[in-house]
C-alpha cells in the first residue's frame, strides 16, 4: 500500500508527530511505502497513492474538492479543536469559512479520524461519521521506577507557559520544588530549575520528577485536547494534578489524576502529593498501569492499520 500525508506541520510538530509520524515505522514494516507532503508544495504525486491521509490541513474549499475528487481514498485526521483557536475566537467572517472547509472534509471523507468524544461530537455536527483513534504514546523510553521524589514538573512548549503561568499563586504557597522542561526559560517569581528542550529529552526529565502539573484553561479550544503531556506523565509513572474539561478527561482515572478546579484545590493535592510518599508510589504504578492498558502506541498501531485496510 502506498499512503499520502498530507500533514499540518513538520515530523518534529508534536500534534504530525502523535497522530502520524509515531506510526511510520510500523507502517513500513508492513511494507506500506508514506509519503509526506506539505500544502505549501503540494503535488499531483499525491493521487498517485492508495490512500491519503490529510492531518489537519484546512485549505481554500476548491483544492478541498480537487483532493477529494482525485483521490483514490481519503482520511481526515484532526486532534484540536481546530474550527477555532485559543483565546480569542476568529471574527464571523473567519468563523464560517472555517466552519465550511471542516464541514467539507466531515461530510466527504472516506473516514474521519479523531482521540475523543468532544471532537466525535463536532464531526456529528457538521454532518460526518467519526471514527476514533484515542492519543498513543511509545513507553519504550519511559522505564518502570520506584522511586517517586517530592518534585513538581511541567513540561511543554514556550507558548504554552502561560498555562502554567496561571498556577503561580497556588505554587508560591505550596513552596515545594519545580522543574520546567521548556524550549524557553520562563521569567517567573517563584524559584524552579529549567531545563532546556531537546529532542526525545521528555523522558529523561520526567524520570527526575514525581508529580505532575497540567493545567488548560476551560475553552471550546482546550476541551478539544487530548493532551500527549497526560500520557507522558502516565508512561513516567508519576501521578499528576490538572485542570481542565473535554478530550482530557476520557485520558484519567481518578486513581492517579487529581483534578483541580480552584487554586484551593490545587494547594491542598500538590501538598498531599508532596508529603505522601507512599500514595505517590501507589498513583505512579497505578497510571502507568492505565497507560499500558488503554494508550500504549502498540495497540494503536495495529488499530490504525486496521483502519487503512478496512474500506467503508
Known amino acids: 500500500m502506498k499512503i499520502g500525508v498530507l500533514a499540518s506541520g513538520s515530523l518534529t510538530n508534536a500534534s504530525t508527530w502523535y497522530r502520524i509520524g509515531q506510526y511510520l515505522p510500523f507502517f513500513k514494516s508492513k511494507g506500506w511505502s508514506v509519503n509526506l507532503y506539505q500544502k505549501e508544495n503540494l503535488d499531483d504525486t499525491l493521487f498517485e497513492n492508495d490512500l491519503i491521509i490529510v492531518q489537519k490541513v484546512l485549505m481554500r474549499r476548491s483544492l478541498i474538492k480537487k483532493v477529494l475528487r482525485k ?57 460526518g461519521s467519526p471514527t476514533l483513534l484515542p492519543m498513543a504514546i511509545d513507553l519504550a523510553p519511559y522505564l518502570k521506577r520506584e522511586d517517586i521524589p517530592p518534585v513538581m514538573g511541567w513540561s511543554g512548549a514556550p507558548h504554552n507557559l502561560s498555562y502554567l503561568e496561571t498556577l503561580l499563586p497556588a505554587l508560591k504557597k505550596v513552596a ?24 526525545g529529552g ?28 497526560a500520557l507522558q506523565y502516565m508512561a513516567a509513572g508519576i501521578p499528576f494534578v490538572y485542570q481542565g474539561h473535554g478530550g482530557i478527561e476520557e485520558l484519567v482515572d481518578p486513581s492517579f489524576a487529581f483534578q483541580a478546579n480552584s487554586e484551593q484545590e490545587w494547594i491542598a493535592h500538590l501538598k498531599l502529593l508532596l508529603n505522601e510518599p507512599t500514595l505517590r508510589l501507589k498513583a505512579g504504578r497505578a497510571a502507568r498501569v492505565f497507560v499500558e492498558k488503554n494508550f500504549s502506541l502498540s495497540f494503536s498501531q495495529s488499530k490504525f492499520a486496521s483502519l487503512c485496510l478496512t474500506k467503508n
Open 176 to 199: 515545594g520544588k519545580l522543574s520546567i522542561y521548556s524550549g524557553k526559560c520562563p521569567n517567573f517569581n517563584i524559584p524552579f530549575e529549567h531545563t532546556p528542550f531537546t529532542p
Open 71 to 127: 483521490a483514490k481514498r481519503l482520511f481526515f485526521d484532526f486532534d484540536d479543536a481546530i474550527w477555532t483557536r485559543p483565546g480569542k475566537d476568529f471574527n464571523l467572517f473567519t468563523r464560517l469559512r472555517v466552519q465550511k472547509r471542516l464541514q467539507l472534509w466531515c461530510q466527504e471523507a472516506e473516514k474521519v479520524i479523531v482521540p475523543n468524544h468532544y471532537l466525535a461530537e463536532k464531526v456529528r455536527a457538521l454532518g
Open 202 to 229: 521528555e523522558s529523561p526529565f520526567l524520570q527526575k520528577v514525581g508529580i505532575g502539573l497540567l493545567p488548560l484553561p476551560d475553552d471550546i479550544y482546550a476541551r478539544g485536547k487530548s493532551p500527549i503531556k
